[in-house]
């Protein structure tokens, strides 16, 4: 399997602009999860999908992001309008309900907002 | 207080020295414990992990947990260069859920 993959790798967009993030998880994982990390916050939990269904957003900022998962193998993460203050790297990570609780992670979206 | 306390670090060692790298938790419920490292622009992957108290041993790395004192450590022994990283802590709370509660990680430079 070709493991998490992420699109794009890298983004600079100016503030205001609307920001997609794709995420393709490793095929047959039932979880998945979005994730924001900071030097000053470190890794933190957006929201996270169990067979396309969204458990836990508590941790989406406000209401200029939201995440879809239209199906088992695709989610985005959308942030409209941007602002400076989203600059940051965004992982997704999978898992399987049959495994134990290891996530595996994609490569992660480095995003940075001008 | 927040549920697992990591030291960011950074932390800075010659190669061949032992390294013990440590997180604390709040909730006595915590019973899975987890290491993950992460290299410099990658996502990070599980290294370790332990269940309950004691001991896990993988090659050159260590893996403690003390209940006792809500205390986990990782060790690395004989560290190399290919060593240096952040390892995170990461913790599954109780319940019926998947979600972990992260340390903050901890930067580590293994000097040749």
């Known amino acids: 399997d070709a493991g998490v993959i992420q ?5 600079v967009t100016e503030m205001g602009q609307e920001v997609t993030l794709r995420c393709k998880p490793i095929s047959g994982h039932d979880y998945l999860f979005w994730y924001r990390q900071t030097m000053m916050r470190g890794l933190e ?12 957003d508590s941790g989406m900022p406000e209401d200029r992001f939201s995440a879809k998962m239209p199906n088992a193998s695709f989610s985005t993460l959308k942030i409209q309008p941007s602002e400076p203050r989203d600059s940051a790297v965004y992982f997704c990570a999978s898992s399987s309900f ?17 | 207080q927040k549920e697992v306390e990591q030291d960011p670090g950074p932390l800075s060692v010659p190669e061949g020295a032992i390294v013990s790298l440590n997180c604390t938790y709040s909730n006595s419920a915590f019973q899975y414990f987890m290491w993950y490292r992460q290299y410099s622009r990658k996502g990070p992957e599980l290294l370790m992990y332990t269940y309950s108290s004691g001991n896990k041993e993988d090659g050159r790395f260590t893996a403690q947990v003390d209940k006792s004192s809500k205390y ?26 998947r ?10 430079a293994v000097n040749p």
Do not use: M
């Open chain 1, 45 to 56: 939990l957006l929201i996270y999908f169990n067979n396309n269904v969204p458990i836990d």
């Open chain 2, 72 to 97: 986990i450590s990782l060790f690395i022994r004989d560290s190399q260069p290919s060593d240096s990283a952040t390892y995170l802590c990461a913790i599954p709370p109780p319940g019926n859920n």
């Open chain 1, 7 to 11: 699109s794009p790798r890298h983004e």
């Open chain 1, 98 to 114: 049959l495994g134990d609780y290891e996530q595996y992670f994609g490569p992660g979206t480095r995003l940075t907002v001008t």
């Open chain 2, 99 to 108: 979600k972990l509660i992260w340390g903050l990680g901890t930067s580590l």
